[in-house]
């Protein structure tokens, strides 16, 4: 379970938590399976995950002002499961986005690849690696709520993104710190907080607003950023085409929430994106029929009896809106998981093509159908649960 934020304190985020299902009995043993679980940040999605191929399924995370977040699996010597985080030995401890979801999907020789949303580049702030975007937050003026004061970099250096006027609404007894506007314009973050201030306080980066593509390396894993047009407004739900247009990928977004100085984030119409499993690159398939123009949320696909998908989409404060993909001519069989089953390999002519993870709970807070079409040239798949036990179906092929 992934905490997000502890209402009308944002951006103070409650727990996460690994709760034991016994029998129906639920206990919460995250402090001895995952002790960085307990402060995470503001999670938004969590996917079970394999994402080092070793056989014991990990733990994905990401969040608003957190980073990709990989938790490993390993077994303590006594044989019970421990998370470790390995973020930083990843080399994604200044990953750090307002990412929104994850959707596994399948990379060369069936390695681990992800689609992640996140806000996009097409919004007030510019961040990079040198220069994130910076919160601090505390309740500076003591009246029981959290004042979070935003910066980013400008030319020589940090500055407040908020107005001398919203800031001292906010803050009153900081009128007098900031008489004039010429001085505040020119005041950067060292010189803003009071040491007394900067005491307790919490301080969240974010150093990269960009879609992107996660996929595992010879060394590790690396981000590519989606294509532009899947940039220029958050993205929140995500679904894979199934079966046989496998490398096809749905995403929807927008946000209206936003104050009026900023306005809204509202150019998404919904993209369909073509991956090429084989070198990874990415197109944007046009005139797809696909389109979602209001705050796309949730996406979850539907296998119908013929194999063909349906999509539907959730819009805050919008309608749920419903897609039919047109059936390919090429016939199908369909593989229903069972409970606990996670994923499939993909064999055509002996050979190891392509390899999917289907978790619960992928996309943002979407769950599809885990019915799989699968196409008349594929022989054999090999179909892995939770706890490494697999098991193989042969299709009949003429
Ligand atoms: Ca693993
Ligand atoms: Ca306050």
């Known amino acids: 379970m992934g905490g997000r934020v ?19 009995t639920f206990t919460d043993i995250t402090a001895a399976v995952c002790p960085d679980c307990m402060a995470l940040g503001m999670v938004t999605t969590a996917i079970w995950t394999d994402f080092d191929k070793d056989g014991l399924i990990d733990l994905l995370v990401v969040g ?62 510019k961040a990079s690696e040198q220069s994130p975007v910076i919160m601090v937050a505390k309740d500076f003026d003591g009246n029981q709520s959290i004042d979070p004061v935003m910066f980013q970099y400008l030319g020589d250096g940090m500055y407040p993104v908020a107005g001398r006027d919203a800031l001292v609404g906010q803050v009153p007894s900081w009128k007098n710190r900031f008489l004039k506007y010429a001085e505040f314009a020119q005041i950067k973050k060292e010189a803003f907080f009071t040491k007394s201030d900067l005491e307790n ?16 390396t010879e060394n590790g894993f690396e981000l590519k950023e989606l294509p532009n047009e899947t940039q220029i407004s958050p993205v929140f739900g995500m679904a894979v085409s199934q079966g046989l247009r ?9 946000f209206y929430g936003n104050e009026t100085i900023t306005g809204r984030y509202d150019t998404g119409k919904g993209e369909v994106l073509s991956l090429n499993h084989n070198d990874l690159s990415i197109g944007t398939i ?41 059936l390919s001519k090429e016939e199908v069989e369909l593989l229903v998981l069972e409970k606990d089953e996670f994923k499939v390999e993909y064999y055509q002519e002996g050979n190891l093509i392509r390899v999917e993870e289907f978790p619960y709970g992928q996309g943002y807070l979407s769950q599809s159908s885990r019915k ?15 706890a490494g036990n697999k098991r193989t179906v042969l299709f009949e092929r003429k």
Request: aromatic content about 10%; overall charge positive; proline content about 6%.
């Open 246 to 254: 496998s490398q096809q990928m749905l995403t929807v977004g927008n």
């Open 286 to 326: 046009h005139n797809s029929g696909f389109n979602v123009d209001g705050e796309g949320r949730a996406l979850a696909s539907l296998t119908m009896g013929d194999g063909s998908q349906v999509y539907i989409v959730s819009q805050h404060q919008g309608a749920v809106k419903v897609f039919k993909e047109q």
């Open 372 to 386: 799989i079409p699968i196409s008349k040239r594929i022989e054999k798949v090999v179909i892995s649960d939770f």
């Open 64 to 125: 608003e002002w957190m980073p990709i977040t990989f938790l490993k699996h390993t077994k303590s010597p006594l044989g019970e499961s421990v998370f470790e985080n390995v973020t930083t030995s990843y080399g994604f401890e200044n990953s750090q986005g307002w990412w929104n979801s994850i959707l596994p999907t399948s990379g060369p020789k069936g390695n681990p690849t992800y689609l992640l949303g996140n806000f996009g580049k097409n919004i007030r702030w």
């Open 201 to 216: 306080s919490i301080e969240l980066k974010v150093h990269n607003f960009s879609s992107s593509l996660l996929f595992k």
């Open 6 to 24: 502890r209402p009308g304190n944002y951006p103070l985020s409650p727990r996460s938590a690994i709760l034991k299902n016994e029998g129906g």
